[in-house]
Every structure is written in C-alpha cells, then in structure tokens.
Antibody, heavy 123, light 108 residues
Framework: QVQLQESGPGLVKPSQTLSLTCTVS??????????WSWIRQPAGKGLEWIGRIYTSGSTNYNPSLKSRVTISVDTSKNQFSLKLSSVTAADTAVYYC???????????????WGQGTLVTVSS | EIVMTQSPATLSVSPGERATLSCRASQSVSSNLAWYQQKPGQAPRLLIYGASTRATGIPARFSGSGSGTEFTLTISSLQSEDFAVYYC??????????FGQGTKVEIK
C-alpha cells in the first residue's frame, strides 16, 4: 500500500520560500509511470493543482504559479519536494502531495494522497 | 485552461435518497474525468476515474457517467458517511490539470 506524508514548516514569513517534502512509502518513487504532484487548498476553498514531476524527472507547473515553483525528486530518499518562492498571505493553504497513477486508457487520476499539511504565511 | 464548473454548490438530501451532482467542462476532456470525495479535515479520496470507473473499494452506490463536456456523479442511496464535498477533476488537458469548485452534499 502506497503512503505519502508531507513535512515542512507550518509557518513561513512573507517574501520567503515555502519548502515542503513528501515522503513516499510502500513503493519506489522512481519505478512505474507515475506523476508525483503537489496540490493546495486554502481554508474553505477548492483544490488547486500546483505542479508535478514524472518518474523520469520531467516537470510541469500550473502557469499561474510557474515563475515561483520548483518541484524536485530525491530518489535515494524516496521523496519529492516543493519550493514556492516569494510567498504572500494568498499562499496560506493546506498543501497535499499526491500520486497520479497511470490507468492506461482511463488516464491519470490522483489515486494516493498525503494527509496534507497546513502552511501559514505570516510575519 | 479548461474550467470545470460544478452544480449545484450545495445539495440537501435525506439519507436513503438519490443524489445527482453535475460537472461541466469548458471544452471537451473526453473521458479523462475523475470524481473525489472530501470529508472535513481529510484528504480527497478518489471515487471515479475515466468518467465512469469506480476506484478500488468504492461502493456500487457511486456511479459516474458522461463524456466530452458533461458529467454526472450519482449516489443511488445516500448513507450517513456520504455527506461530504465532491470535486470533479479533468486530466485531459496537458500540462494543466484543473478541479471544479466542489459540491457540498449535506443532510436535509
């Protein structure tokens, strides 16, 4: 059973960089055809996809955040990470890591999610 | 960007009744559409993918239909554990995957 767990600071100051790590257990992050993603959810609001990294290491980002986002992978630790620079209060949200599985003709839904971690941007 | 629009925003249903949730895409997403259930304080859970295929362990009372731009999630007989927020998500348009704004299913 694949499990994902987010970790990182719960409080970040405005203009600084938000850094989160997702640790994957129950399977290798570098095997198979999976997209490892970050998704966020402001309190009381909907879900926003931030970006993803493929098993091969290629990345795609939400255009609205692209200039501030970097997603990377550390296969030796079975982890992938999110960095979001120049944060403001608008970046306050619960951040989820998730896996998009390859279901062939049925596409790539998010089949495994971390429990989420709240990041507050405040001085 | 493909915009996903869900309706209604809130659906009030009595236990045992049928619930029908709608999701509309601003352009065709073929059948690359998933539905998720989210309860307070929890991560979303995958219910349906490929517009109509139930994920592992999802009860048969959940069913999905549609293709192109119009999709429906039906819960045939609502159980107490089904009261939650439901999101649709398209994964057809690369590289940007997008979610609907959610439908809250509440007890009537």
């Amino acid at each position: 059973q694949v499990q994902l767990q987010e970790s990182g600071p719960g409080l970040v100051k405005p203009s600084q960089t938000l850094s989160l790590t997702c640790t994957v257990s129950g399977g290798s992050i570098s095997s198979g055809s999976y997209y490892w993603s970050w998704i966020r959810q402001p309190a009381g609001k909907g879900l926003e996809w931030i970006g993803r990294i493929y098993t091969s290491g290629s990345t795609n980002y939400n255009p609205s955040l692209k200039s501030r986002v970097t997603i990377s992978v550390d296969t030796s630790k079975n982890q992938f990470s999110l960095k979001l620079s120049s944060v403001t209060a608008a970046d306050t949200a619960v951040y989820y890591c998730a896996r998009a599985g390859d279901y062939g003709d049925y596409g790539t839904p998010f089949d495994y999610w971390g429990q989420g971690t709240l990041v507050t941007v405040s001085s | 960007e493909i915009v996903m629009t869900q309706s209604p925003a809130t659906l009030s249903v009595s236990p045992g009744e049928r619930a029908t949730l709608s999701c509309r895409a601003s352009q065709s997403v073929s059948s690359n559409l998933a539905w998720y259930q989210q309860k307070p304080g929890q991560a979303p859970r995958l219910l349906i993918y490929g517009a109509s295929t139930r994920a592992t362990g999802i009860p048969a009372r959940f069913s999905g239909s549609g293709s192109g731009t119009e999709f429906t999630l039906t819960i045939s007989s609502l159980q107490s554990e089904d009261f939650a927020v439901y999101y649709c998500q398209q994964y057809n348009n690369w590289p940007l995957w997008t979610f609907g704004q959610g439908t809250k299913v509440e007890i009537k």
